[in-house]
């Protein structure tokens, strides 16, 4: 198996492949990818943990330590953001390379008693791959013969560069890519590559191969890039990748569906797709008081969880008497039963009244609303049964199609009901309950509804992912800020005593070089035209620049329009160019409206019908 490795290869990456044919055994893999193939070739692959799951079961490890912790004053207060927190910080200590014992600190220490205490905490990425480097070398049969990297070693942070030595060692044949291959000599984007390289600055001729792309706002520049490429020959298209950073292109896709150019298919994961709303509802209405607009917003979801004949009935009731108990509430019910009955009825006549009575009995949970006070929480058995009311509703809807927001639904509830177990508690705090539910719906789901089209045209997510040159490359939504360096939360005794015991962290100055390597890899990779796109509005909120627009300054303060093209010239010119392409508009003349109708002729039978 011959694999290509790079920081941001998990997900959407380009090539996708070693060449243009295909690749039998291969495959472009990142980090989990990587993990993945390993533990699957030595027998330890194991499933996938929410970080909900493994933030509940670190604060029981943090409450089972007892005595006075560092973390004690702040855990008492906020258990779960102590814990999520420190979580993060320890995950940070595994991937340095520490073991969980002591190293003679104090806070330190405090963490090398909840590491040895129960309950096991569930492993995380960092975990799997410390336990990888423990296996690797005493495992054989790994059918990997060659890793190729999409980055420079010296840039990969410590606990990939000490993987990639385990499998050195273990006989895997690992080396770089090499340098890109770069524009032609004397183009601008090849003098734009030379700035990124550290030479000093030539001007721009404005050729075409470089270009910005400045609008007022998203819509505008997604109308002047889905020009650009409606005015691209056909046999020009296959090798263009899009970067979108915000991993959404829901808005250039609107623009180039309306061009008839294939679609890319980047949603943004989001907790609230409405199907994902039926969680956090279904816990709202179980508290005290009993609040009638969270049972009618569950029922007025696009998906119910129920009948949405019945929900639109019982929505209905709750309008005219805000309450459950009332006239309307139970002739709703009256009539929902009688409904059922009769649709039960006509597929099954001997099974129909105890069809019914299930039924109704599934949908009646639901309404089972204001049985718990906040100020006291709720029983842990009676939040998992609404868990599992949810995961179930969820299961039995997608039937097996496959439905991917039914079945992040459904994996959400399942989670929430595996951290509330690991909390180890016999009732659960309002606060904690929501804090739970939150962080499960926090990573969200993709629109199951946009999806890419078959096309030439190519879409990432990161820099990283553009592992190998690309003929042409448009930067959407290049605005910043940009990745933030993480900071240390311990101090030099701390790291002294960690480095004494073989832990490193790896320094800020070398966290900023592997994100700018990133960052001016994307522009290096472009063998013939790149495209900087910077809206100044980005929805409602004003953009900033991105960290490598500094770096290009230099070259832009003296070009023209040729390079720093105005995406608002499209409203005002027929033919502008933009990057070599002629963008071409033409004037639509104004047209009368439809002249009014005086009689309309209809056919005889539907003018009786109307009138009655």
Not at 201 to 230: C, K, R, S, V, Y
Request: aromatic share 6%; net charge neutral.
């Amino acid at each position: 198996m011959d694999l290509v490795f790079g920081l941001a290869a998990d997900g959407r990456a380009y090539p996708d492949t070693h060449d243009g044919m295909g690749t039998l055994d291969g495959a472009v893999v990142g980090p989990m990818g990587l993990i993945q193939i390993l533990e699957t070739q030595l027998g330890m692959l194991g499933p996938s943990i929410s970080s909900a799951v493994r933030i509940a079961t670190y604060v029981a490890k943090l409450r089972a330590c007892g005595g006075n912790r560092f973390w004690t004053s702040s855990f008492s207060k906020d258990p779960w953001s102590t814990a999520a927190a420190i979580l993060e910080w320890r995950d940070a200590l595994i991937s340095a390379g520490w073991s969980g014992r002591e190293v003679g600190s104090a806070r330190l220490d405090d963490l090398a008693v909840a590491e040895g205490i129960s309950p096991e905490l569930p492993p995380g990425l960092v975990d799997r791959a410390a336990k990888l480097l423990d296996v690797l070398a005493t495992r054989p049969g790994l059918r990997i013969r060659q890793i190729a990297l999409a980055e420079r070693r010296d840039v990969l942070s410590p606990i990939w560069v000490r993987m990639l030595a385990a499998l050195e060692a273990a006989g895997v044949t690992v080396r770089e890519c090499g340098e890109p291959e770069l524009a032609a000599e004397g183009t601008d984007l090849h003098k734009v590559q030379r700035v990124l390289a550290g030479e000093q600055p030539e001007n721009l001729q404005g050729d075409g191969t470089f270009a910005t792309l400045e609008a007022d706002t998203e819509l505008m520049a997604a109308e002047a890039i889905a020009d650009w490429l409606a005015a691209s020959p056909i046999e020009e298209l296959p090798g263009t990748v899009i970067l979108a950073p915000d991993g959404d292109t829901a808005l250039l896709d609107n623009a180039l569906r309306a061009r008839g150019i294939p679609v890319l298919g980047l949603s943004a994961s989001s907790p609230w797709r409405g199907a994902l709303q039926v969680l956090p509802l279904a816990f709202a209405a179980a508290w005290q008081p009993f609040d009638p607009s969270v049972l009618l917003n569950l029922f007025l979801l696009p998906r119910p969880p129920i009948a949405r004949w019945a929900a639109r009935r019982l929505s209905r009731a709750l309008s005219e008497e805000p309450g459950i108990g009332g006239r309307a509430w139970l002739k709703a019910w009256s009539e929902i039963e009688v409904r059922l009955l009769e649709i039960n009825t006509q597929s099954d006549a001997d099974s129909a009244g105890k069809k019914t009575n299930t039924t109704l009995a599934e949908w009646r949970a639901w309404t089972a609303v204001g049985r718990f006070r906040r100020s006291d929480g709720i029983p842990i058995v009676e939040a998992q049964a609404i868990c599992g009311r949810v995961e179930a509703w969820a299961m039995r809807s997608d039937g097996g199609k496959g439905d991917r927001l039914l079945i992040a639904v459904a994996s959400a509830a399942g989670a929430v009901a595996d951290a509330l177990h690991r909390l180890e508690l016999a009732s659960i705090p309002a606060l904690l309950l929501d804090r739970i539910v939150l962080q499960v719906l926090s990573e969200g789901v993709a629109n199951p509804e946009h999806f890419a089209e078959a096309g030439a045209v190519r879409a990432i997510r990161a820099p990283g992912a553009l592992w190998s040159s690309a003929p042409r490359v448009i930067w959407w939504n290049f605005v910043g800020p940009g990745e933030k360096i993480p900071t240390v939360p311990w101090d030099s005794a701390e790291q002294q005593a960690l480095a004494a015991n073989g832990v490193a962290f790896e320094s800020s100055a070398a966290i900023a070089r592997r994100i700018e390597a990133a960052h001016t890899a994307i522009i290096r990779r472009t063998r013939q035209t790149a495209i900087v796109v910077r809206p100044a509005l980005a929805r409602d909120e004003r953009t900033t620049l991105h960290p490598l627009a500094h770096r290009l300054r230099p070259l832009l303060k003296e070009t023209g329009a040729v390079v720093r093209f105005k995406a608002e010239r499209l409203l005002r010119e027929p033919d502008a160019v933009l990057a070599g392409r002629m963008l071409a508009r033409r004037l639509s003349e104004p047209a009368q409206p439809p002249a009014k109708v005086a009689t309309w002729n209809v056919p005889a039978g539907l003018a009786g019908l109307v009138e009655t």
